[in-house]
């Protein structure tokens, strides 16, 4: 079960981090946010997860399309958090 807090709770640490990391120039910065990311994916609810990742194993947790899968999880998110408001 993906409870509204939990998605709640991962739109808000993804799109917080995302604000800095986007407009970030500074590359240590870019993989300190990268790893605090992939450190949140390995603990967050599983079935929420699967959920946002559609499909994607290395979802949020590949250098090479970290930026666009962070994109991708926060646009999921919203839409789930907005269903969820909906209930």
């Known amino acids: ?8 709770s991962a ?9 800095v990391y986007s ?12 790893y605090s990311i992939a450190s949140y994916v390995e603990s967050m609810n599983r079935q929420l997860y699967e959920t946002i990742a559609d ?3 290395d979802f949020l947790t590949d250098h090479t399309s970290f ?5 991708a999880a ?7 958090a907005a ?3 909906k209930q």
């Not at 407009?23 to 990268?34: A, G, M, P, T």
């Not at 930026?67 to 994109?71: A, G, K, L, R, V």
């Open 55 to 57: 499909g994607k194993s």
């Open 67 to 71: 930026s666009i899968d962070m994109q």
């Open 11 to 19: 739109y808000c640490f993804f799109h917080q981090k995302w604000r």
């Open 23 to 34: 407009y970030s120039n500074n590359l240590r910065q870019k993989d300190d946010i990268e």
């Open 83 to 85: 269903e969820t408001d």
């Open 74 to 80: 926060i646009s999921r998110l919203d839409i789930m």
């Open 1 to 8: 079960m993906i409870s509204k807090d939990s998605i709640e």
